[in-house]
Nanobody, 113 residues
Framework: QVQLVESGGGLVQPGGSLRLSCAASGAIFSTHPMGWYRQAPGKQRELVASITSGGYTNYGDSVKGRFSISRDNAKNTVYLQMNSLKPEDTAVYYC???????WGQGSQVTVSS
């Protein structure tokens, strides 16, 4: 059974940066496609970015050019680098193991001055 633990969220001013981490345990992480989702209050959960086992990436339109997803299979960790943050990026961010359908517990990101 896989466990996903996110970290790195917090409060940041508009234009700032944060890096989220998602550490996986209990599974063969390196072969699994992974992704980051977010859910703002009153809105549906949306896909932010995804990465295949081979490193192919895909991004939601609202974050293209600002966010970057990456993975370190040796550390069983996937990252989401978020730059040029906007107030509308405020949400709880979740990582997901697409192969197992497993979710992390979520990490709050708040962008506010």
């Amino acid at each position: 059974q896989v466990q996903l633990v996110e970290s790195g969220g917090g409060l940041v001013q508009p234009g700032g940066s944060l890096r989220l981490s998602c550490a996986a345990s209990g599974a063969i992480f390196s072969t699994h496609p992974m992704g980051w989702y977010r859910q703002a209050p009153g809105k549906q959960r949306e896909l932010v970015a995804s990465i295949t086992s081979g490193g192919y990436t895909n991004y939601g339109d609202s974050v293209k050019g600002r966010f970057s997803i990456s993975r370190d299979n040796a550390k069983n960790t996937v990252y989401l680098q978020m730059n040029s943050l906007k107030p509308e990026d405020t949400a709880v961010y979740y990582c997901k193991d697409f192969f197992l359908g497993a979710w992390g517990q979520g990490s709050q990101v708040t962008v506010s001055s």
